[in-house]
Nanobody, 122 residues
Framework: VKLVESGGGLLQPGGSLRLSCECS????????MGWYRQAPGKQREYVAK????????EYADAVKGRFTISRDNAKNTVYLQMNSLNSEDTAGYYC????????????????WGQGTQVTVSS
């Protein structure tokens, strides 16, 4: 299983950016996909996730109202639309996928992408 992120970049405060992450490889079921981020010198921080069943979404308080997560289940892809970005959003953004490889509970695994950098600076 491989996750590949794209869409990071350098932008000014107040700008917008959309990140994408595609999950490829053999899986039985993807439970959820989402994003974490890690700024220099800080611990990795949860950002958002989107569940396959029911399409529900969750967000960290720091990004509620500014970020929107969405899924294209047919493409095993998750997106993160980020608006009103500020310097505190500067971080490496890492995609994850929670999957099952069979109908056994023991087949549950989490996978991570390599990260894409988002830098917000004037």
């Amino acid at each position: 299983v491989k996750l590949v992120e794209s869409g990071g970049g350098l932008l000014q405060p107040g700008g917008s950016l959309r990140l994408s992450c595609e999950c490829s490889g053999s899986v039985f079921n993807i439970i959820a996909m989402g994003w974490y981020r890690q700024a220099p010198g800080k611990q990795r921080e949860y950002v958002a996730k989107a569940f396959t069943l029911g399409g529900g979404t969750e967000y960290a308080d720091a990004v509620k109202g500014r970020f929107t997560i969405s899924r294209d289940n047919a493409k095993n892809t998750v997106y993160l639309q980020m608006n009103s970005l500020n310097s505190e959003d500067t971080a490496g953004y890492y995609c994850f996928a929670a999957v099952y490889h069979s109908n056994s509970a023991t087949s549950r695994r989490d996978y991570w992408g390599q990260g894409t950098q988002v830098t917000v600076s004037s």
